[in-house]
Nanobody, 124 residues
Framework: QVQLVESGGGSVQAGGSLRLSCAAS????????MGWFRQAPGKEREFVST????????YYSSSVKGRFAISRDIAKNTVYLQMNDLKPEDTAVYYC?????????????????WGQGTQVTVSS
């Protein structure tokens, strides 16, 4: 059974940092695209960042580019999201997701595997 488990969420003040982790089990995702999405109350789930299987290619939404960094440890089957200079508008539940393909995609329905989410709250 495939499982994605996020951790590292919490509450911080604006300007602070958090590092999210997503540990995968049940199968290896070493060649799969992995992504992070978020959903704020009353809003649709939105793309945050994605990384190719090799880790050589990454892509970010314009709202987080320059502040967030995605990375992966293939040996640990884990993906990370380093979030710096956090803003109140970053407050949301953050979800890790795994795609079946090796092609970078920002579309949620291209990711069949999802974690349970971790809450990030940024206060002003």
């Amino acid at each position: 059974q495939v499982q994605l488990v996020e951790s590292g969420g919490g509450s911080v003040q604006a300007g602070g940092s958090l590092r999210l982790s997503c540990a995968a089990s049940g199968r290896t995702f070493s060649t799969n695209v992995m992504g992070w999405f978020r959903q704020a109350p009353g809003k649709e789930r939105e793309f945050v960042s994605t990384i190719a299987g090799s880790g050589a290619t990454t892509y970010y939404s314009s709202s987080v580019k320059g502040r967030f960094a995605i990375s992966r440890d293939i040996a640990k089957n884990t993906v990370y999201l380093q979030m710096n200079d956090l803003k109140p508008e970053d407050t949301a539940v953050y979800y890790c997701a795994a795609a079946l393909s090796a092609v970078i995609t920002t579309t949620p329905n291209r990711y069949p595997y999802w974690g349970q989410g971790t809450q990030v709250t940024v206060s002003s």
